[in-house]
């Protein structure tokens, strides 16, 4: 998954924008200004316009931003952890660590976000409604249209969201439906997906044929949601299939065993000459005594300068190992491969109770596992 920028975080969650929302989010305060508001209130000045486009979009912005986190909030309430949110203007990709293990924990974090909208709808309709009847004409006219676009907006997310394809909330509750009925969360999964992929591919068409007609505004936004859902279908599916294959597998199971180690006393220049440049690994562990100390990458080399080679030794250039940096043999494999997403890592020294390094478990060794039991499914 791209990355985005970092915002802020809310309740545990860090929030994250992709890049493009920012594109988006000129379309919609454009679209707004131009074409929505003086319709809607016909003699305002342009300025006006441009206000309210911005305004309403900022608000959209926080509408879905509370969509999200009402998913995220019942999930961490069910004990599936979220950390972290990346916003979509039409939705947010919640980063589960987990998928949930039973269908009614699946429901109720789905229909949470579509709740969260009702209620905005409701309450921006009502405060229409005060605004309507206090005062009308002028500045206030504006405000007015403003909010009842937001009422409207929420109920087209509503709407949108409860389309019956993965991985939008109704594809979501599908599955959860789907999962009760037939036991099988690998099979209501690929059938959502399918649905959830069919659905963005119409409305692809759909967008090109608006296109095609001259409606080129409504055409664009038609394609761009489209092909964002058809590869956030691909993904989550993708992502569950994973799950799947590495169910029960533990890090014992396929971790690297005859591990190259690094002496810690040792100049960085001997390191680069006998270990980096024989081996071809990025990484090596780092051993004092017999014991892991840290790791040497690659990239902790090149930060020394090279005349500084000869005098720097490993312990002092090395990332040192801490508790929760390791792994351990019975750890299951998808635990450490979420441990290294989250961390931004990409392999870990496997060691025993006695703190002795066994073995070394890269992202790459599981990715190659994956690859190789899906060969021999015949897939
Ligand atoms: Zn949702």
């Known amino acids: 998954m791209r990355g985005g920028i970092r915002l802020f975080r809310v309740l545990g969650i860090t929030i994250s924008i992709d890049y493009t929302w920012f594109i988006v989010f000129f379309l919609f305060a454009w679209s707004l200004a131009y074409g ?36 995220s909030y019942t999930a961490n309430r069910l004990g599936l952890d979220v950390k972290e949110i990346t916003l979509f203007i039409f939705g947010g ?39 309507d009847g206090m005062y009308t004409g002028g500045v206030v006219q504006g405000v007015s249209a403003v909010v009842g676009f937001l009422s409207t907006i929420n109920i087209v997310l509503i709407v949108f969201n409860m389309i019956p394809g993965f991985p939008l909330d109704g594809g979501r509750i599908m599955r959860a439906v789907w999962w009760a009925k037939t036991g099988s969360i690998r099979e209501a999964t690929r059938v959502a997906s399918i649905i959830g992929k069919g659905f963005a591919s119409l409305l692809i068409v759909f967008g090109f044929l608006q296109i095609i007609s001259g409606l080129f505004i409504q055409g664009l936004w038609a394609v761009l949601i489209g092909v964002f859902l058809q590869q956030a279908a691909e993904g989550s599916y993708r992502q569950l299939l994973m799950k799947i294959t590495l169910e029960g597998m533990k890090v014992s199971d396929i971790m690297t065993r005859n591990v190259v180690t690094v002496p810690a006393h040792i100049p960085l220049s ?47 250039a090395m990332e040192r190992i801490s508790p929760d940096r390791v792994l351990h043999p019975e750890d299951s494999v998808l635990h450490a491969l979420t441990k290294m997403i989250e961390d931004g890592v990409g392999r870990y020294p496997v060691v025993d109770q006695n703190g002795e390094l066994v073995g070394i478990l890269s992202r790459r060794d599981i990715m190659k596992t994956m690859e190789f039991k899906a060969e021999l499914a015949g897939r």
């Not at 809607?40 to 309403?56: F, Q, S």
């Not at 000459?273 to 040497?296: C, I, K, T």
């Open 270 to 316: 001997t390191v680069v000459e006998r270990f980096f440049f024989n081996y071809h690994f990025v990484s090596f562990p780092v051993l004092r005594d017999g014991r892991l100390v840290g790791l040497l990458t690659l990239n902790d080399v090149r930060k020394v300068d090279k005349e500084r080679w000869h005098t720097t030794l490993v312990e002092e």
């Open 36 to 71: 929505y508001f003086p319709q809607k209130v016909p003699d305002l000045g342009v300025t006006a316009y441009l206000v309210m486009g911005a305004v309403a979009s900022l608000f959209l912005f926080i509408c879905v931003l509370i969509h999200e986190i009402a998913h």
């Open 93 to 131: 990709v919640a980063q589960l660590t987990r998928e949930p293990d039973t269908p009614g924990k699946e429901l109720k974090i789905a229909i949470a976000g579509p709740l969260a909208s009702g209620g905005l709808a409701v309450g921006f309709y009502l405060l229409k409604l005060l605004i």
